[in-house]
């Protein structure tokens, strides 16, 4: 059933990315490049994914920057939204935006602080971060314990079959927005898409780590048989393995994708495979 889901997303959002390219010749998307409308140039989109965007003339419809900035110049003209998620966007008094004007940034950028300060922020900031998780878990595992257990049971019992599912979950993540993107009406998508696959990481993480936790404490023949531990212990196990640099990010990335995988087949642990 999921395979059947899956495969009718996939054939809708290449029908109607089809049909945005035919519809909108004279939009504008590149791929790790900046775009740039020139004075007196009329384009229907402009999108950067991965630089930024530069607008002299006029885009009919919306400016995104993702992974850039968006510059709006004197006289420049943007008939929908004007968005930069990871950059700034620089408007001119006499430029116009006749939609939304939205900018998503990080944390702690390196053109606002210097590098010592930089570096403290971003270490009291994991910290908080970590400790904040840990409270997360708890919350999440005392709302939802049925459905991380059948999705920690589903990894168990498939280790290889949900981590090839969490690897096309992730292979699809940016070409799903790019297709939302391109189709001006599943712009308003992307958030959606974006929450989702999130809160699946998510439960899929915990889930993945009650695994390992579990585990490990099997291993060490303890005692030790809650939920509530086996999740934790795996958590921190997991954070710690992360600090190795190169493989402690292959270990949790591969313990990542299974979570998700697992999520997927039991539909967030609400049946099981």
């Known amino acids: 059933m999921v395979k059947r889901v899956l495969a009718g997303l996939l054939v809708v959002g290449f029908v109607v990315a089809g049909a945005s390219f035919a519809a909108e010749k004279q939009g504008i998307v590149k791929f790790g490049e900046n775009v740039e409308i020139a004075r007196g140039q009329e384009v229907d989109t402009a999108v950067a994914i991965g630089g930024s965007v530069t607008v002299a003339g006029k885009v009919k419809g919306d400016a995104v920057a993702i992974?850039?900035?968006?510059?709006?110049k004197d006289w420049s003209e943007v008939g929908g939204n004007a968005v930069s998620i990871g950059g700034k966007i620089d408007k001119s008094p006499r430029a116009t935006v006749r939609g939304d004007v939205t900018v998503i940034g990080f944390p702690f950028a390196a053109s606002e602080v210097g590098k010592e300060e930089a570096v403290m922020g971003l270490t009291i900031f994991s910290i908080i971060s970590f400790i904040a998780f840990l409270v997360l878990v708890i919350i999440l595992i005392a709302l939802f314990p049925s459905q991380l257990g059948k999705i920690s049971a589903?990894?168990?019992?498939?280790?290889?079959?949900?981590?090839?599912?969490?690897?096309?979950?992730?292979i699809l993540f940016v070409p799903v927005?790019?297709?939302?993107?391109?189709?001006?009406?599943?712009?308003?998508?992307?958030?959606?898409?974006?929450?989702?696959?999130?809160?699946?990481?998510?439960?899929?993480?915990?889930?993945?780590?009650?695994?390992?936790?579990?585990?490990?404490?099997?291993?060490f023949k303890l005692n030790v048989r809650t939920m509530m531990a086996e999740a934790l212990i795996g958590v921190i196990v997991l954070s710690l393995v992360g600090l190795v640099p190169f493989i402690g990010f292959i270990v949790k990335a591969v313990i990542s994708c299974m979570g998700l995988g697992g999520v997927a087949l039991t539909r967030f642990g609400t049946e099981k495979t």
Request: proline share 2%; net charge positive; hydrophobic share 65%.
């Open 67 to 72: 992974g850039g900035s968006l510059y709006l």
């Open 154 to 170: 589903v990894v168990e019992g498939n280790l290889l079959k949900t981590f090839l599912w969490g690897v096309l979950i992730v």
């Open 177 to 219: 927005i790019i297709l939302l993107v391109i189709s001006i009406a599943g712009i308003i998508l992307i958030p959606v898409w974006i929450v989702l696959v999130c809160v699946a990481g998510l439960f899929g993480y915990i889930a993945a780590a009650h695994f390992i936790g579990r585990k490990i404490l099997k291993a």
